[in-house]
């Protein structure tokens, strides 16, 4: 008897316990996903246009992950486990920069790991320093960047620091500010390819 009835309260608390998790999974919120956006038009390549291999891109280990990473006040950093980049950062700010620079220069803009050192006329390298958003303000980018021809005699360098109000509350605005940013330090990269000797 004794037997029977602590099988009846084992089957009791495995029941309760499943409810309780399968609970606590259709209570937790939906993962949502964000990418970069350039969105102005894309242009097509010009003829004898260069061909520019972005990357490698090098960020902060802070920032290096999957989850968007946004500072609070005080010391306070916050890592969403629900707001999430759609793939690793340093592949999104490689094609961000590829789609822009594409459209900016009307040259052949490929990320790095699609083309090989031989095949790029031109290759930007990219170390971010600062990569951040600050909760209801803005966000800041630094990073140093290096423009090098494939013939090792014309490399051009230059460090660039911009900062983007933050419209409202949430993930969106954060994502939408930091691709307002990079379309400006696109631009500045964008006169230096214009710079560059022909392929």
Known sequence: ??????????????????????????????TRHYRLSDTQATSAAQTGAPRLAVGPISLPQLVDRPQLVVNHAGHEVAISEFDRWAQPLKDELAQYLAEALGRQTGAVVVTQQHVSATDASLRLAIDVLRFQARAGNDVQIEWVYTLRHRSGHWTQQGRQSLSEPVSGPGAAPVVAAYSRALARASETIAAQVARAPAP
């Open 1 to 30: 008897m004794k037997s029977r009835a602590a099988m009846l309260v084992l089957n009791k608390a495995l029941v309760l316990s499943t409810t309780l998790v399968l609970a606590a999974c259709a209570s937790s919120p939906a």
